[in-house]
């Protein structure tokens, strides 16, 4: 999907400097988030101005160049169904008072908690990281998904009891008479800080059904 540019409270034009516009998105949807959540630049106290569309934009930093990471966190509305996120990114050149608001923007996707709503038609895989010693969920866990041995990335996040969810991407269409929902031979790889990456073994799942890999336990831990 297409990222429409940001829409401010203001003209396009200002006698400030807009150094970095941060544009929150849901990661399921592609969409901009509608709802307010709090934008902040790490380590940068410096508040942003909201736009009507949500985006959020930094004024007048006064920043060398270098390495910055926007973070996002949603508001108490929608802290049940998103995750935290943040983008690290490299600060451009200092945008020039009185130009457009086009400089330094910066995506930061917000993953699904377990309780997002997702619509009919879905791929999904749930369960559960724990401990083996005490069966204590393990939070904070961030999930790449291998799909017909192709590594797709970050898809998923535990949360504080180490419940998660998984989502596929759709697959293509297919317009023809001999077209059926297809089965997705996929594999988890969780990675946990300061212990090596956990795979699962290859699991098989139907085309818009729900996979339920109950616990899996992590061991020495």
């Known amino acids: 999907m297409a990222l429409t540019s940001p829409v401010f409270l203001v003209a396009d034009t200002l006698e400030r400097s807009v150094w970095v516009v941060v544009d929150p998105r849901d990661f399921i949807?592609?969409?901009r988030l509608v709802t307010p959540v709090i934008a902040r630049l790490k380590d940068v106290t410096v508040e942003p101005i909201a736009g009507r569309s949500?985006?959020?934009?930094?004024?007048?930093?006064?920043?060398?160049?270098?390495?910055?990471?926007a973070q996002v966190e949603p508001r108490t509305a929608d802290r049940g169904y998103y995750f935290d996120g943040e983008t690290t990114f490299a600060l451009a050149t200092i945008p020039v008072p009185g130009q457009p608001l086009d400089r330094n923007r910066v995506v930061v996707e917000?993953?699904?908690?377990?309780?997002?709503?997702?619509?009919?038609?879905?791929?999904?895989?749930?369960?559960r990281l724990v401990q083996t010693s005490d069966k204590k969920g393990i939070d904070r866990v961030r999930i790449v998904l291998i799909l017909d041995g192709t590594e797709l990335g970050l898809r998923g996040q535990t949360?504080?009891?180490g419940e998660f969810l998984v989502v596929f991407p759709r697959t293509p269409p297919e317009d023809t008479s001999a077209a059926v929902l297809k089965d997705l031979k996929f594999q988890l790889r969780f990675e946990i800080d300061g212990q090596p990456p956990l795979l699962?073994?290859?699991?098989?799942?139907?085309?818009?059904?729900?996979?339920?890999?109950?616990e899996i336990e992590v061991p020495g831990i």
């Open 159 to 161: 949360d504080e009891r």
């Open 29 to 31: 949807t592609g969409e």
């Open 110 to 127: 917000l993953l699904p908690r377990p309780a997002y709503v997702f619509a009919d038609g879905a791929t999904l895989a749930r369960g």
């Open 54 to 69: 949500g985006v959020y934009c930094f004024m007048d930093l006064d920043l060398p160049s270098g390495n910055y990471t």
């Open 200 to 214: 699962i073994a290859e699991e098989t799942v139907g085309e818009g059904k729900t996979f339920a890999l109950g």
